[in-house]
């Protein structure tokens, strides 16, 4: 009897032999899947979409795309590199409103930079991109960041990529991004300079505290870049709020930069530790140090001597927000 001879293949053969068994399963596979398809379609979709949780359709801000046209554009406040700031109100409460207008700079700068036949190809377009990425820019930060002397979000509504709009004053009809935030009262030196020592030193306090929660901030070690009179304002509840999210910068500067440029920081894998911390110290300590303890109105020497401390430690090269929070709350 002859030897039953075991299959010679060789290893080129064996693989092809598997790719075409596995095309041909995959085949009647297919087949399978599509008939099953045809058979059940609008079943099988609307089966499965029942399915599906929707989030809940309002937010949990105040306002959003669906009654923002309730607010009423009171009037104009102030108007920055790329948006505009607009008083609104709402059943007698007071609110900020931003939104991005062809009347901002960086809009004006770059459609003046346009040849006429880009304008009539519409790239008009293309300027308030920027813009309008800086504004979602705010609202995305003031999202994820909450502390008491930061200015809150209580609404947007983010509609499209045009800033145009069939009626300006309707907020609802705006096809950009609209954004709203708590209102704020204009806090000037001066105003400062009007307040008793202890108030000043509360400010002080909630300033270092601020400076703090951004050094120590889940985004990072944030770098307020205008932090300074503009953009600190008083909240109805008198205490200080900071304003203005869209140039805060999470990320720390890189090593390269020329040294004068940058505060004397540890250089890891290339980044300036510290530098962001270091330079939003800075900017408030030269912005408000003097308005918050220069010629105080003093009625003891107890007062006195907290002041010249306070002072002190306010122009202190190098000191961190919890050192300063630390010290200035021990003073009161
Ligand atoms: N929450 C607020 N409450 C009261 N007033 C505000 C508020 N936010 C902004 N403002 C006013 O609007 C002005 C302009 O707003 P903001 O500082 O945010 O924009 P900007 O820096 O001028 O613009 P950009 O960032 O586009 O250059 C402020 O100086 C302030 O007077
Ligand atoms: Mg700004």
Redesign the pocket.
């Known amino acids: 009897m002859a030897a039953i001879q075991p299959l010679k293949i060789n290893g080129n053969k064996c693989v092809f032999f598997l790719l075409v068994v596995l095309y041909h399963y995959r085949l009647m596979d297919l087949q399978g899947e599509r008939s099953v398809i045809d058979n059940h379609d609008t079943e099988a979709i609307v089966n499965r979409r029942a399915t599906i949780t929707l989030p809940p359709d309002k937010s949990s801000f105040a306002f959003d795309c669906n009654n923002i046209g309730e607010i009423e554009l009171v009037k104009p406040?102030?108007?920055?590199?790329?948006?505009e700031?607009y008083l609104g109100k709402y059943k007698g409460e007071e609110y900020?409103v931003?939104f991005v207008t062809k009347d901002?700079i960086s809009v004006k700068d770059c459609v003046g930079n346009l040849k006429s036949w880009e304008v009539a190809a519409g790239h008009a377009r293309t300027c308030t991109a920027l813009p309008l990425m800086k504004i979602m820019k705010g609202i995305l930060i003031a999202m994820q960041l909450n502390h008491p002397n930061l200015?809150r979000l209580v609404g947007f509504c983010a509609k499209g990529e045009t800033v145009e709009s069939e009626d300006s004053d309707n907020l609802s009809t705006k096809s950009g991004v609209v954004a709203v935030?708590?209102?704020?009262e204009?806090l000037t030196i001066q105003n400062i300079e009007l307040l008793d020592w202890e108030q000043r030193l509360a400010i002080a306090i909630d300033m270092s505290d601020m400076l703090q929660y951004l050094e120590e901030s889940r985004l990072g070690s944030i770098l307020a870049l205008?932090f300074g009179e503009?953009?600190v304002?008083m909240g109805k509840d008198n205490r200080i709020r900071l304003?203005?999210f869209?140039?805060f910068d999470g990320a720390e500067r890189s090593c390269d930069r020329p040294k004068h440029k940058l505060f004397k920081c540890n250089c890891e894998n290339g980044v300036c530790k510290g530098h962001n911390a270091k330079s939003n110290m800075f900017r408030f300590q030269r912005s408000f140090a003097d308005a918050l303890l220069d010629e105080p109105v003093l009625d003891s020497s107890r007062k006195e001597k907290i002041l010249k401390k306070t002072r002190r430690l306010l122009r202190k090269y190098n000191i961190t927000a919890t050192v300063l929070k630390q010290r200035l709350t021990a003073l009161l």
């Open positions: 406040m102030g108007k920055g590199v790329t948006k700031t900020a931003q901002v200015i935030y708590e209102y704020a204009k205008e503009k953009h304002l304003i203005d869209d140039d």
